[in-house]
């Protein structure tokens, strides 16, 4: 029989990625973690997301992951890495965004990890499998809360299990992980706020030996089908004949639907089809008021919804839960003050606006809106007008080419960031620029040796080092005498660094993102406090330089 602790230091209701992040994120430090989850299977058939990004990817191999997922995804990176639109599987190509995703087969500077397509119930098997691994981590599966309360000196919730037998567990710190309708987020009275997609959508998941043997018009990893009939997208799911489509403007709640026929439409060819699964579902664009109670905190689509167009949702969710888990665990440790976690929400919720706003702006570019006559037409009409139709889809590029949301996301106002005076780039869903402006994403750099930057950084903080006239010592003394982890890592013999960083010094936090760049340290003692989340009286006046 399953043994329920009275009193857990940290609760996790809800077992999906928000959830196993965090309790990866906890556990790897050895935090004693409850998670609790009622799905006792991982349903293949409905993939919802299949897009693990570039910086989910980046945070899979700090948790030595990404090798994993790759090994068990059933589409390599090599497979395909563009999105085509097409009038149809068998008709004409329209254009094409090339290495869509962050899919690229080639190492980049910019990035640790290339992105993975793979079906979201496998990426949650690989955390599940990871989390198991993990001693101080349990998982009731089969199990779900009934209740969440929330207090100013711990969190308790009572627990089902399978046989029905209910359990109050009391939690120093309760992580709202349960999904858009979970119930964390009433027991802390937040409310979500915001507005909803105008077309319905249908997923449905299917087989189609046709599509196998028949030539495609292209090589995608997504098709977007700009069809006469019907519009939508769909892209395979493995090399064996599984397949996922969303078709767009379909209201499958009202009156009959035929998802083969569908399909049919979608593909443009009487081809078989074998249905799977079907899920009807409507975008919404919704954000919380706030992320936090008093010792309940919410992750993920608790917090914040958006449409799945450019892959965002469930990568935003495990941003989510790396930037609490690191504080919540420095906070466990005792090795900065529970005002760290604060920052949680002052860091987080910004970056929900921005993806919300990104992923919604593409509601109003859905494959209907591209509808045309005689689009699929062999002669020189047919040509000019998928012309035209290519010129218009270039609205789309940001959905699929997004590297200034996904590696660009900063925290520059964060109480935890001391700001250095340098320039900030502009922010662009498209575009990233790397920068090393406390806040951003320390960018990365491949090494002489190959390895990347990322590999050398310790599990807490990390000082850069990259000029023999720079000193780290001080850091390093204020470090141990507040017992904040902190490695030193010398970089002096890499000259680039020192221009691409723009410092001599760098500050780098557990999740990767700069705390602070400069010349020297005048007051170490003062800016650790600073990033370590102890409120400062008097702000930036430690540093020099940067
Ligand atoms: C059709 C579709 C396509 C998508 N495509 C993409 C994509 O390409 N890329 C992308 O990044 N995102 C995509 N998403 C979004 C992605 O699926 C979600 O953002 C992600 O699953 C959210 O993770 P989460 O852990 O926060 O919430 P969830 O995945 O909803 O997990 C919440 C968990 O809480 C559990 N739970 C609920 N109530 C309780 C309770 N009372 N007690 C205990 N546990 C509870 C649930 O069982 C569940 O496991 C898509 C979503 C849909 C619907």
Redo the contacts with the bound molecule.
């Keep these: 029989m399953t043994t329920v602790p009275a009193r857990v230091p940290v609760l996790v209701?809800?077992?999906?990625?928000?959830?196993?992040?965090a309790a990866l994120e906890l556990g790897r430090r050895g935090i004693e973690v409850l998670v609790?989850?009622?799905?006792t299977e991982l349903d293949a058939l409905?993939?919802?997301?299949?897009?693990?990004?570039v910086r989910?990817m980046e945070h899979l191999r700090r948790w030595g992951l990404a090798d994993r997922l790759r090994a068990v995804a059933p589409l390599p990176v090599e497979h395909a890495q563009d999105v085509v639109f097409c009038t149809g599987l068998f008709g004409h190509e329209i254009v094409r965004f090339p290495e869509a995703f962050g899919l690229s087969t080639t190492r980049r500077e910019l990035y640790a990890e290339a992105g993975q397509q793979a079906p979201?119930p496998l990426v949650?098997q690989v955390l599940r499998d990871a989390v198991a691994q993990l001693p101080s981590v349990t998982c009731l599966i089969g199990?779900?809360?009934?209740s969440?309360s929330d207090g100013p000196a711990a969190a308790s919730?009572v627990?089902a299990g399978p046989d029905g037998r209910q359990h109050e567990v009391t939690a120093d710190w309760l992580l709202g992980?349960?999904?858009?309708?979970?119930?964390?987020r009433r027991a802390i009275g937040a409310r979500y706020e915001g507005s909803s997609g105008s077309l319905p959508?249908l997923?449905i998941t299917f087989r189609s030996r046709d599509l196998d043997t028949r030539e495609l018009c292209a090589l995608g990893v997504h098709y977007w089908v700009i069809g006469a009939e019907r519009g939508g997208l769909m892209g395979r799911l493995d090399l064996d004949g599984t397949w996922w489509a969303?078709v767009q403007g379909v209201d499958a709640t009202a009156g009959d639907v035929d998802p083969v026929a569908l399909v049919q439409a979608l593909v443009g060819a009487d081809i078989d089809v074998e249905v799977l699964a079907t899920?009807p579902?409507s975008a919404r664009m919704l954000l919380v008021d706030r992320y936090r109670g008093q010792r309940v905190f919410l992750?993920?689509?608790?917090?914040h919804?958006?449409p799945?167009w450019?892959?965002?949702?469930?990568?935003?969710?495990v941003g989510?839960a790396v930037n609490l888990g690191w504080k919540l665990a420095a906070v466990l440790r005792g090795w900065a003050p529970e005002s760290l976690l604060d920052s949680y929400q002052a860091e987080r919720r910004p970056i929900a606006v921005r993806t919300i706003a990104a992923a919604g702006a593409q509601e109003a570019f859905l494959a209907p809106s591209f509808a045309a006559g005689d689009l699929d037409d062999d002669g020189p009409l047919g040509t000019e007008l998928r012309a035209a139709v290519a010129a218009a889809l270039a609205v789309k590029d940001p959905e699929f080419h997004s590297l200034g949301l996904v590696l660009g996301y900063d925290y520059p106002d964060s109480p935890l960031v001391v700001p250095s005076g340098g320039p900030r780039p502009e922010p662009s869903v498209v575009d990233h620029t790397p920068s090393a402006h406390p806040g951003a994403r320390l960018p990365h750099a491949w090494l002489p040796d190959g390895s990347s930057v990322y590999d050398l950084l310790g599990e807490e903080f990390t000082v850069l080092q990259l000029s023999l006239d720079a000193d780290p010592r001080p850091l390093l003394e204020a470090a141990t005498v507040r017992g904040v982890p902190l490695r030193v890592v010398d970089l002096s013999s890499v000259p680039r660094l020192r221009s691409l960083y723009a410092a001599e010094l760098l500050l780098v936090r557990p999740d990767q993102h700069v705390a602070w760049r400069g010349e020297q340290v005048e007051d170490a003692e003062a800016l650790l406090a600073e990033v370590t989340g102890s409120p400062v009286a008097t702000p930036a006046l430690h540093v020099a330089g940067g």
């Design positions: 209701v809800g077992g999906g990625p928000s959830g196993l992040a609790v989850e009622p799905r409905r993939p919802r997301a299949k897009t693990t990004s989910t979201q949650e199990w779900r809360a009934v969440v919730a627990l992980c349960d999904g858009s309708s979970g119930l964390s959508n997923s969303i899920d579902w992750v993920g689509d608790a917090a919804l958006n799945p450019g892959g965002h949702g469930f990568n935003t969710c989510d």
